[in-house]
């Protein structure tokens, strides 16, 4: 379902999954300017829409907006005990050596350079990712990655990645310049998500292609 500002992958009476593009604001930033963004355009199909989680302005994918108190309390709820699963597809430079495997570095936000994060041993909070190589692409030394997020840290899979030497093309926060040239937009997008419905318990597994 498709309404003129807003791809609506999933809707019942309890909640309503989107797909956002690359570029748009999960939530209302501060200025006029920044008014335009996926809550509020769901704000106007389903005035009872609320926030439970977001993705990144550049990132695009599946978020979504419980519809009533209880399915946002429940919906929080799975999120802090982790029975919400995501997974994503992202390109990174070079050639990931490893097929698959994971990250558990910490993460602590980089406070002079906010907001940017960074791995931190003394203070950073626990994060885990797991990754796997979907294809290598010799001619532009780059790699297609499924990621999974077991923790939910700010920008951890973007710093993940480059902790393992792989920045995400389009990555105007963490990429160097050669890499962030190869992509006008951020190659990171969340394509899949299931989990039990809030209210029926019934299981929903969510998906949405990435279009790069």
């Not at 748009?24 to 809550?39: A, E, I, M, N, S």
Request: hydrophobic letters at 40%; one cysteine or more; charged letters at 25%.
């Amino acid at each position: 379902m498709t309404d003129s500002l807003l791809d609506i992958l999933y809707l019942d009476e309890d909640l309503l999954i989107a797909n956002k593009p690359a570029g748009l604001l999960c939530v209302p930033g501060k200025g006029p300017d920044k008014q335009d963004c996926l809550y509020n355009r769901t704000l106007k199909f389903n005035p009872n829409a609320r926030v439970v989680h977001r993705l990144d302005q550049g990132t695009s994918g599946i978020v979504m907006f419980p519809l009533n108190y209880l399915t946002l309390k429940n919906l929080t709820h799975k999120f802090e005990a982790r029975e919400i699963h995501k997974r994503y597809v992202a390109v990174v430079e070079g050639l990931v050596e490893q097929d698959e495997g994971e990250v558990t570095l910490p993460l602590i936000c980089d406070w002079p350079n906010r907001p940017l994060q960074k791995v931190c041993f003394e203070s950073g909070k626990s994060a885990h990712t797991r990754y796997k190589v979907l294809a290598r692409d010799k001619d532009n030394n780059s790699t297609r990655v499924l990621l999974e997020p077991v923790s939910g840290r700010t920008h951890q899979l973007r710093v993940h990645m480059l902790s393992l030497g792989h920045p995400m093309l389009g990555d105007g926060l963490y990429a160097p310049a050669d890499v962030l040239a190869k992509s006008p937009r951020l190659l990171l997008h969340a394509q899949e998500l299931w989990f039990d419905h809030p209210i029926t318990g019934m299981p929903l597994r969510i998906e949405a292609a990435a279009d790069f």
